[in-house]
């Protein structure tokens, strides 16, 4: 009987094993997975989102740089068409210097070019420049301060719309 005892005091030390703690690591190398594969997703999605945003932004730029673009051929257009009358108006008044109707005509005018932005080209004195001039006649020095290539008289005034060339002037240059 001793030894029944001695079997009954010993004990005996089992290692167990949940089934849970298995799926628990099971789990959470899927959950990692699933997170990563989330992340991916997101990053991927707010790439495309940037992009669209980009071209949306890129797309309202040339709208406007097209609608600009329209609305100033436009007002040239406008302008060119306009010329003819200034000119007469000018003609008018170098015959005639005295009527105050062509005079305020001319003024009426003047304040609706600078109201759209025409300006005339100054021409008389300055040097020729061929993108603001059109040379027609060359003349000799009328004294000898004058430089070579100045502008000695104006045929036809010359005009621009902000920064472009409406019309050229018309010009006589020194030789």
Do not use: C, W
């Not at 040239?76 to 010329?83: C, N, P, T």
């Not at 001319?106 to 005339?120: D, K, L, V």
């Amino acid at each position: 009987m001793e030894k029944e005892n001695n079997n009954e005091n010993k004990q005996v030390e089992i290692e167990t094993v949940s089934v849970d703690e298995g799926k628990a690591e099971v789990n959470a190398d899927k959950q990692t997975e699933i997170i990563e594969q989330l992340n991916n997703k997101i990053a991927e999605l707010n790439d495309k989102y940037l992009r669209i945003a980009a071209e949306l932004e890129n797309t309202r730029r040339r709208a406007s740089i097209d609608i600009e673009s329209v609305s100033r051929n436009r007002t040239m257009s406008v302008a060119e068409k306009i010329l003819p009358v200034m000119d007469a108006i000018d003609a008018a008044l170098s015959h005639n210097p005295d009527d105050e109707g062509i005079k305020t005509m001319q003024r009426a005018m003047q304040n609706a070019f600078s109201q759209i932005g025409i300006t005339r080209i100054n021409s008389v004195g300055e040097i020729l420049n061929p993108q603001f001039h059109n040379a027609i006649q060359m003349v000799d020095k009328p004294d000898e301060n004058t430089a070579t290539n100045t502008i000695v008289g104006e045929l036809q005034p010359g005009y621009m719309f902000g920064d472009s060339v409406l019309r050229p002037a018309m010009v006589v240059v020194s030789k």
